[in-house]
């Protein structure tokens, strides 16, 4: 079985609602991804020959979605008070709501998923909230 691994990282704010501790603060991340694809068949023929995929289209994708999330604030839905939001919005703040709380271990789960919609033979996504903090999400394969 082959694997590749591409890297993207963003910085971004989020908060935590309803947590008890530092992270129910609005505070900020450097969040980093890393994508494993995998397959047990290269490319025969053409450009691929002995390739499973090109890395620059995955990296290009990653980072796609990388620069997507950048230095925005990331919130749950409904997780602040609609006066709040929109004040932020006004102020020209960049929000982006998503339906999960923004943990790196949902983010991890998000970004498979994300990626297997396209067809990419995702096999991990790690995501790094910090240098030294991980989350994980994978499917058996």
Not at 110 to 133: A, G, L, Q, R, S
Request: a negative charge; glycine letters at 6%.
């Amino acid at each position: 079985m082959y694997t590749l691994i591409s890297e993207a990282s963003f910085d971004s704010a989020h908060f935590l609602l309803g947590y008890n501790g530092k992270c129910k603060n609005i505070h900020g991340h450097r969040w980093t991804v890393k994508m494993e694809i995998y397959g047990d068949k290269l490319k025969k023929e053409g450009h691929l020959r002995g390739m499973l995929i090109d890395f620059g289209d995955i990296k290009g994708m990653l980072k796609e979605l990388a620069d997507y999330f950048d230095h925005s604030f990331i919130i749950e839905k409904n997780s602040m008070r609609e006066i709040t939001l929109n004040a932020l919005k006004e102020d020209g703040f960049r929000i982006i709501e998503v339906d999960f709380r923004p943990t790196a271990e949902n983010f991890s789960k998000y970004i498979f998923d994300y990626f297997k919609e396209k067809d990419i033979p995702v096999k991990k996504v790690i995501v790094y909230e910090t240098p030294n903090n991980c989350a994980t999400y994978s499917e058996e394969v």
